[in-house]
């Protein structure tokens, strides 16, 4: 069977080049990715990976949606919140599944986050823009799926903070190494993250568009584990063997802090900060952190189902401490050093594509 062709919205993020490693390199499918810059570096790596082709524009245009549709077996589509804002990722990403319908598309698959919002019970302390504009959308995918999957199916791909954001630079939650401690400096009391590799995002992925029939109207929920502040700390003291810590603060101190943004600039670079739904960086990541302090392996905030995700993905990443690992081999293989060398001030990389354009994108 020739290869299946899978559309991308979102190809050149940190989630979005695993999925497409996998998908190309794995031989049953090709790859069009919508980009603003077919010649960036972040596009020429997935080029190395096998067949993709480019469709220059922005995920902000009907035009450009359709282009990237058109002939299309497969979408995945995961559009940047903090590139639009919730309200315009909400828009944009309904238009992007009724245009994917539209063009033929067969099987649509959603970057997607927890509806952590919905989860506590519409408590206000839990609002969390970025995580509720995906969330929202997500169940109505799952909601206009009942009605449209004889012309398309649908599923979630649901992931949370990628942990390799623990060890780059410009994220909420990157580690000081300045004073000869590994320390993260962050808002998260007794809580627990369900971080996700992103090496892991692709396998899941694939596993989705290689069986539609059982993916369709799933929910695939993915996480390495829900770890702690302390466990984050004491899994990278013991690969690197270089001393780690946690230091819990309060909002006040985290955003007058390590926080490392304005606080009061809009959570959306494209965002109006004179519209009213437009949140600000402190109210969206004081809703962030508020999910994770109440969050952990049984919590109803952000449930995983650990043992469905080893039988879909044996070698997947489980712990904190494997990341680690893996990371410190990786690192020293390709000839960045050790992880402990790499967390250094002036050696720490980026991970999140909007830290590395330092904002400047446009739609």
């Known amino acids: ?37 077919a010649k960036s570096a972040r596009f020429r790596e997935l080029q190395s990976y096998g067949p993709v082709e480019p469709v220059i524009g922005t995920f902000a245009s009907e035009g450009d949606l359709r282009a990237t549709f058109r002939g299309a077996w497969g979408a995945f589509v ?19 599944y009724e245009l994917a319908i539209e063009e033929g598309v067969k099987f649509f698959v959603l970057g997607n986050l927890d509806y952590a919002y919905k989860n506590s019970g519409f408590r206000p302390e839990f609002r969390c823009g970025h995580y509720d504009g995906k969330g929202r959308i997500g169940e109505w995918i799952l909601q206009q799926n009942r009605d449209n999957q004889h012309r398309m199916k649908a599923a979630l791909f649901t992931t949370g903070p990628y942990m390799a954001m623990t060890i780059s630079s410009s994220t909420p939650m990157t580690v000081s190494a300045e004073d000869g401690v590994a320390t993260w400096r962050l808002p998260l009391n007794d809580g627990a993250v369900p971080f996700v590799a992103l090496d892991d995002c692709g396998h899941y992925v694939k596993w989705l568009f290689d069986d539609p029939e059982r993916a369709n109207g799933l929910d695939l929920q993915v996480a390495i584990d829900h770890v702690g502040g302390r466990e984050l700390a004491a899994a990278f003291e013991k690969v690197t063997g270089h001393p780690a810590r946690f230091v819990n603060l309060s909002f006040d101190d985290y955003f007058g802090g390590p926080f490392g943004f304005d606080p009061d600039s809009p959570a959306g670079y494209n965002a109006d900060p004179a519209d009213p739904a437009t949140l600000t960086m402190r109210q969206n990541f004081q809703g962030f952190w508020t999910c994770w302090q109440h969050s952990g392996r049984g919590s109803d905030i952000t449930k995983r189902d650990y043992a469905l995700l080893d039988k879909i993905h044996p070698d997947r990443v489980k712990s904190a401490e494997e990341f680690f690992r893996r990371e410190n ?32 994108g446009t739609l």
């Not at 991308?8 to 790859?31: E, F, K, N």
């Not at 995961?78 to 992007?96: H, L, P, Q, V, Y």
């Not at 020293?332 to 992880?339: C, E, P």
């Open 78 to 96: 995961n559009i940047d919140g903090f590139n639009s804002g919730e309200k315009t990722e909400m828009f944009w990403t309904i238009r992007a």
């Open 329 to 360: 081999e990786k690192g020293i293989k390709n000839g960045q050093g050790t992880l402990w060398e790499r967390v250094q001030p002036g050696r720490i990389g980026h991970i999140l594509k909007i830290s590395e354009d330092r904002r400047t």
């Open 1 to 37: 069977m020739s290869p299946r062709l899978v559309a991308v919205v979102g190809a050149t993020g940190a989630q979005g080049i695993p999925v497409v490693r996998d998908l190309v390199q794995s031989g049953a499918y090709t790859v069009r990715a919508l980009t603003r810059d």
